[in-house]
Each structure stands twice: as C-alpha cells, then as structure tokens.
C-alpha cells in the first residue's frame, strides 16, 4: 500500500483564534484548528481539563485546544496501553481510513522543559502545560493527540528526568524507546544549558535506550534481511541565547552521539553498523518563550514548516521514516511493541536505591577484603618457605568469616538483593584470595609427604630382610592417610575447591617414587647376580678352556648356559617381593643374560689372550714330549726317537690352535647382541688369522727351544764321569788317608780344618771368607801383574834384572803372582 501522502500534507499555516481551556490553551484556528502564531481567548469553565495553566500572563503558552476526548492517555502512569481507547480515537478523529497516510511524532526530554508547549504550539495539540504558579510535573504517562486538522500524531512523553522524582528510570527508559521504535521524528528537547551534560541532556538515557532499540528491533530485521528503519532525532534546543553559534552546539551533540554508538555492545547481526544506518539527525533551536517572546514565535513558525512543507530542506515526515504499518493495526502494533519492551529484562536495571546499596556495599565490602587481605598475609611467608600450617583451614575459616561479619554488620541494611548479590561476590572475592593458600599448603602438604615416604622407603630397604611391595603399600597407604587427614580441614565450605585432583597426583607421585626406588633395588639386585654370574662362570670356562679337544667350546656355552639359568632363577626368587612387572622380568632377565655373555666373551679373551695361550700351548707340548704316556718325565738316552717323539707333541699342539680359533659348539647359542656386546656371529671368531699364524710361530719357537735343550740333556747325560774311575782314585789315594790318620799332626790339623770348616758353616761366615778370600786374591793377582809389567819393562826382559828384584820390598817366595796358565 503506497502512503496517502497527499492526505499528510494538507496542514494549514493560518492562524486563527484560539480557545482557552482553564489550564489548556490551544491556539485554534478558523476551522479550530490551532495555529503557531496563538492569540488567548476564554473558554467556557467546563472545558477546562486542568487548572492554572491560564494565567494572564502566558499568552501563547496556553493551549486553547480542542476538548478533553480530543486526547489520550495511550500508556498510564501505571504503565498499562489504552489499546481500546485508542481505537475509538482514531475513529473519533476520522484517521481510520488513512491507511498508511499519517506520520507519528513523539517529544522527549526532562520535565518541565516546555515539551507540552512545544507540541501545542507546533501541532495544535492540546498537551496540558505545566502551571507556571505550581510548577508541578504534568505529563504522566504517554499522551497522544491528533495535529491540528492533518493526519499526524503525535505523543507527548513524560519527563525524563526520574531524578526529581526520586523514581527509578523504567518508565522513562520504556517511554523513550516506545518513542524511538514508533515515532518516524522523535524531538528531543533540551535547554541549551544542558548541552554537553551526559546526564541533564539525557545522554545516558539515550545510551541504554539505543542500545536496547538495536537489541530488541532492528536485530530481528537485520536477521530477516529486512532494511533498516530509520528514525528522525531532531533536537531542539531551548532559550536559545546565540552567543554559540547552533553549529558548535549540533557538534557536541553530535560527537555525544557518536560516543554513546560507539560505547555500545553491538548484536552480532549489526557489529559494523553506524549511527546514520539508523538515525538521522536533525537540530532547531528556539529563543526565550518569554523574553524573546517574538523570536520565539518566529522559531516556532519556521520549525512547523519543516513539518508541514514538503518542499522545505529541512522536510521532517520523509517516506523513509515510516514505519509501514497501516494505520487501523497500528493500535494492535503499538501494543505490541509496548509489550515487547515491556517484557525486556534489559530495561530493569537498577533503582536509585540499588545503586546506593550497590555502592555502599562495594564500599563495605572492600573495607572488609582489604582487611581480610592483612591479615592472611601473615600466613604468606611461611607457606612459601615450604611449611605446612597445621591450622591453615581453621585460619581461613575464621578470617573469612570475619569479614562476611563485617559485611553483614554494615551492608544488611542496603537494598536486600543488592546485599545478597555483593555477599556472594564477597565471598567469591575471598575464596580467590584464599585459593593461592590452599594451593600452596596443598603443594607443600605433597611435597612433604612424598620426600617422607621416600625417606621411610629407603630406610625400610635399609634393614636385613624386608618386602618391598609390602613397604610400599604400607607407606603409601600412611602419606594418604595423612593427606586425607590434613585436607578435611582445609577444604571450606562455601568453596568449590577440591583435593581429589591432588590426592590422585600425590599417589601417582608415591607410586613414581617406589617405582623409582624398585628400579634401584633390581639394579642393586642385577649388579650382585652379575658378580655372581661372572664368579661362577669363570671357572667352569677356565677348567674347559685347559683342555682342549672337540667337546670344548660345548662345556664352554654349557657354563654359560648354567649360569644364566642360575642367575635367572636367582633373580625371580629374590625380586618376588619387588612387584616387578612380567616385562621387568623379562627385561631383567635378558640383561642378566648378556651379562653372562660378556663375561664369557671376557673370559675367553683372557684365556687366549698370546701369552696365556702360548704358554697353554707350550705345556701342552711339554706334557707330551717331557712325560710318558704315564706321565712320568722322560730321561732322553740315546736309543729313545726324541725326534718322533718332538713331532708328534709339536703337531698336536698345533693342531689345538684352529681349536681355540673359533668356537665350534654343536649347538650353538642364539645370542642377538647388543651396542656393547656382539652377537653369537660376531663373537664366535676368537684368534684373527694373523694371531693364529704369529701364536704358531711363537709356539714353534719354543717348542725348537724345548727340543735343543732335550737334546742337550742327552749329551750331558753321555759325558758324565763313569764309576770305575771313583774306585781308581781310592786305590791310588788309599795311602795318603792312611797316613793323615796314623800322623797325630795331621790327623790334628784335620781336625781343626774340619772344626773351622763347621764353625763357618754355622756362623754362616762361608759367603764373608769367601768375599774376603776373593778380594785377598784379586789384590794379589793385581799387585802381581803390576810387579810382572815393572819387570818386562826393564831393559833385558828376557832376564829380569837382579836390581829391580832387589829394589822391590822384600816379599816372600811363595807371595809371588802366578800368571794364569792362559794369560
Ligand atoms: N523559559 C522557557 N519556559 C518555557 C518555554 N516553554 C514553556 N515554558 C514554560 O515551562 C513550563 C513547563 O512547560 P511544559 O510545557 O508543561 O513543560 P513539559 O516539559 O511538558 O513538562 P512536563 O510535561 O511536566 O514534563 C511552563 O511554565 C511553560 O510556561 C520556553 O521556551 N522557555
């Protein structure tokens, strides 16, 4: 349906009379319809609505309108919408068939501000005015009148300014945004004064009621895709003096506006969206009613040709400022709208006396916290030195008690809900402060634990005998218990604090630990069966090694063998109380294993390191060249075949060398090796090449040796002194011992050489007269050989002189050097 707008804009500019209706007057004009440019007029005393407004000297402020019926209270003070009434209105004033042809206009601003005034003159509405005597509140609730004799209407709102009434700001926060989602011009009306005051020129409300506007009507549009509606905010300001120019103050309306758009948490569906996407703005401004009362008429004149002309500029009713709803659903739809705002939580925000309980509170409130914060932190230094307060939970208690008494005291007398809602905050305030000690007397509390139950493990495993699985489940089960003990006090209720997380840490932490320390006892108990494994290993694989045959390398592995099965079972037996894991087990056992075969390995390499094995070779070979088959020692003769004999002992032993080359089991091992140790493979080659081809060699050498000196021994053996002549020498010397025996002399000097000779021998003086004697007979052969040089030099060596042998001292015959036979 296209808006009839040939029937909007039919409103005259004449004026005419006006009727005085006691406290209303209403410019009226020729047709009564009213007209800016009033002149007074008595109406009959029962015309009159409201009383005083009339006075003498009001002139154009009193509206002389048309009688009561002619308006309507749309919403009253009890917030209820006239929706009936409101459709015998519309009849009434023949606006039923309009369709989309008529426009809205709704006036905000404080009270007593001239909004009445301003929509009487403008529209020749009937507003009741404000006694100038009484000055009292007029307006209550939201009035709507039909303009002059066109199809406008226009809604003239209670006062927003709830602070003089001691009120909270519903209604007028409700008022304003039926205002803004309804009207296509919503004039806002402020004295120039209250330009650039937040509050007096009704900011704030603005903020709340365009923040709410975009919630609650133009989301849903967005969403739908629906344009946008627009509205037109036309401010007009009052008693306009014109010493700042109307442009300064248009700016710092302005800039207000775009501060408050810019302040307001935007839907989603509208985050980019700008002020002029849904508002225009628009200013006039209007001198002193009464002391520029011509200027005043003039403004007024102007302005209602913005809402009348539609070739002016400045035109007020664009197409695009409809709101689209035909005209007979508009009281269903304006309803509607009113139960909307109505039913938004948004709106309730809080009373005067709200806010000065929420105030007063805070105040109370952090009195109370801060004094609260004091004195838990006294507490503070030692929970960080790693302490654990034994009264930690009873300390929290009472001091978080006290200040919620504190609070109590003094907040229980503000507004019942607002004190409810700041205790709860309060005491959230106080378990956040409490929570860090909480914590750190839980951090300690584990710490504490944990290092206790280490101490009480390691001293545990330090007696004689023990079970380690038992000790663990024993001590475990003991810090536990303490950890319950200690967090029942701790926790507080009111809190939703919780020591399940860290009593299942502290477990998992213990449990860490006797792992830890199970690990140390395996590896304790590993290292003494290693030793074990190489004791008993390394015998069995000597006594093998030390005799070589075909079976050898067999009874080596099979020591092997027995060892690791030896140390396997001793492991199972021994760790049976360590509740080793099967794969620990395992794990250890395998390890036992490659100990055992390094040590065999280590074993092996030692018992054919050369020299040992040269030296197992050459007895070896000794045992079959120097021993008989009984193994008694051989004394070579000459008819024995020593070089038979040499061959084959030399073979024989050679033939051991490839035998202890390589190990060749009949069943050989399957060992995989690891970083350290080499696999059955790499290990089974015991002698290189060359060290076999240097060990032969060697033992070739030696074996040479042993032969020559057989050989010698049989030499020897042929050139001793034969028996017979020993009888020889006793036939022939048979004389001389008889006479040493029968002559008393010598018999005599027998004796006593044999009495020297046993005293020598029993003082033990034979090695110092041997010494003695040695010397005696050096120094004699020395001071001979001087004595035979002295005498060759002579002239005539050939026969010493007499002289020199008279020159030399006298020395006796006997004395003389014998030169040796060979010198
Ligand atoms: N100074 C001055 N006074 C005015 C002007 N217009 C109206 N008044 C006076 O202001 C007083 C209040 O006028 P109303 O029109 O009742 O004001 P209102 O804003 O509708 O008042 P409420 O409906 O009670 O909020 C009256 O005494 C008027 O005479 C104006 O332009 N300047």
Redesign the pocket.
Same mark, same amino acid.
Request: hydrophobic letters at 25%; glycine letters at 10%; charged letters at 30%.
């Given at each position: 349906m296209e808006r009839d707008e040939e029937a909007v804009h039919r409103m005259p500019v004449e004026t005419g009379p006006s009727v005085v209706t006691g406290a209303h007057k209403v410019p009226v004009m020729a047709s009564g319809i009213p007209s800016a440019d009033t002149s007074e007029a008595e109406v009959p005393p029962e015309t009159v609505t409201r009383t005083a407004s009339a006075s003498a000297d009001?002139g154009h402020?009193v509206a002389i309108g048309l009688a009561q019926p002619n308006r309507l209270q749309l919403i009253d003070e009890d917030q209820h919408f006239s929706g009936a009434l409101f459709h015998d209105h519309l009849s009434q004033w023949g606006m039923l068939e309009a369709g989309f042809g008529y426009d809205i206009c709704a006036v905000l /601003?404080s009270?007593? $501000? /001239?909004?009445? $005034? &301003?929509l009487n003159r403008l529209f020749g509405t009937n %507003?009741? #005015?404000?006694d100038?005597r009484a000055r009292q509140? $007029? $307006?209550k609730g939201i009035w709507l009148c039909r303009g002059m004799d066109r199809n406008v209407l226009v809604m003239?709102v209670? /006062?927003t300014d709830g602070r003089e009434r001691g009120e909270d700001q519903d209604f007028e926060r409700k008022s304003a945004l039926f205002s803004l989602a309804t009207a296509e011009c919503v004039i806002v009306?402020m004295w120039e004064n209250q330009v650039g005051l937040f509050q007096g020129a009704n900011m704030g409300l603005l903020k709340t009621v365009l923040d709410v506007n975009l919630t609650l009507f133009q989301v849903g549009r967005a969403r739908a895709g629906a344009p946008k509606e627009k509205t037109l905010l036309l401010f007009v300001i009052?008693?306009y003096i014109g010493t700042t120019p109307l442009a300064n103050l248009e700016s710092t309306i302005r800039a207000d506006l775009q501060r408050i758009w810019a302040s307001l948490t935007k839907p989603e569906a509208l985050a980019g969206a700008e002020l002029g996407d849904f508002f225009d703005v628009s200013f006039s401004a &209007?001198p002193?009613? #009464?002391l520029q009362a011509k200027e %005043?008429d003039e403004g007024i004149a102007q302005l209602q040709r913005r809402f009348i002309d539609r070739s002016d500029p400045q035109y007020v009713f664009q197409t695009e400022y409809h709101k689209r709803i035909p005209i007979d659903g508009l009281p269903h739809y304006l309803e509607s709208v009113w139960e909307q705002i109505m039913q938004n939580k948004d709106l309730d925000l809080p009373t005067q006396q709200e806010l000065l309980a929420q105030f007063r509170c805070d105040e109370i409130a952090a009195a109370a916290a801060a004094a609260f914060a004091a004195a838990m932190t006294a507490l503070r230094s030692a929970l960080d030195a790693g302490q654990v307060l034994a009264t930690l939970g009873v300390d929290m208690a009472s001091h978080r008690a006290e200040a919620l008494a504190v609070f109590d005291k003094d907040a229980s007398r503000y507004h019942r809900g607002v004190y409810a809602r700041k205790r709860a905050d309060l005491l959230l305030q106080l378990n956040a402060v409490l929570l860090p000690f909480f914590l750190a007397q839980l951090k300690n509390l584990h710490t504490q634990l944990a290092s206790a139950f280490q101490q009480a493990m390691q001293e545990g495993t330090r007696r004689a005998s023990y079970n380690f699985g038992g000790l663990v489940e024993e001590h475990v089960t003991h810090a536990l218990a303490a950890f319950d003990a200690e967090t029942q006090r701790l926790v507080l209720p009111d809190t939703d604090w919780s020591v399940s997380e860290e009593r299942v840490h502290l477990e998992e932490d213990l449990r860490a630990v006797a792992r830890t320390l199970r690990a140390d006892e395996t590896q304790k108990l590993a290292v003494r069966l290693e030793k074990d494994i190489r004791r008993h290993l390394a015998e069995p694989i000597e006594a093998a090694l030390s005799e070589p045959d075909a079976g050898m390398w067999d009874r080596v592995l099979g020591a092997w063998h027995e060892a690791c099965d030896r140390g396997a079972a001793l492991y199972r037996e021994r760790a049976a109380h360590l509740n080793t894991t099967p794969d620990e087990d395992a794990a250890t056992v395998g390890r036992l294993h490659m100990v055992a075969w390094r040590a065999l390995l280590d074993r092996v390499q030692e018992s054919t390191s050369e020299t040992v094995l040269a030296s197992r070779l050459r007895a070896f070979f000794e045992d079959r060249f120097r021993y008989d088959a009984s193994g008694v020692p051989r004394v070579w003769k000459p008819s024995d075949d020593m070089d038979d004999a040499f061959v084959q002992a030399r073979d024989a032993t050679l033939a051991l060398i490839p035998l202890y080359a390589t190990m060749q089991p009949e069943t050989p091992p399957t060992v995989a090796g690891d970083e350290d140790t080499p696999s059955w493979d790499e290990a089974r080659r015991v002698l290189s090449e060359r060290r076999c081809a240097e060990l032969g060699r060697r033992f070739r050498r030696d074996a040479d040796a042993a032969y020559v000196e057989a050989k010698r021994g049989t030499v020897s053996s042929m050139t001793q002194v034969p028996w017979w002549m020993y009888v020889v020498l006793i036939v022939l010397g048979w004389n001389e011992a008889m006479a040493v025996l029968h002559s008393p002399v010598y018999f005599t000097l027998l004796c006593m050489l044999l009495a020297s000779a046993y005293v020598v021998w029993r003082m033990n003086l034979a090695g110092p007269m041997l010494t003695v004697t040695t010397h005696v007979a050096k120094e004699l052969r020395a001071l001979g050989e001087q004595q035979l040089r002295v005498y060759l030099d002579a002239p005539g060596t050939a026969h010493p002189a007499p002289r020199a042998t008279e020159a030399r001292p006298a020395v006796p015959e006997s004395a003389e050097p014998r030169l040796p036979a060979s010198f």
């Open positions: 009001a402020d /601003g009270q007593s $501000t /001239g909004k009445s $005034t &301003l %507003f009741d #005015v404000m100038d509140q $007029t $307006t003239d209670e /006062g009306n009052r008693d &209007l002193h009613k #009464v %005043f």
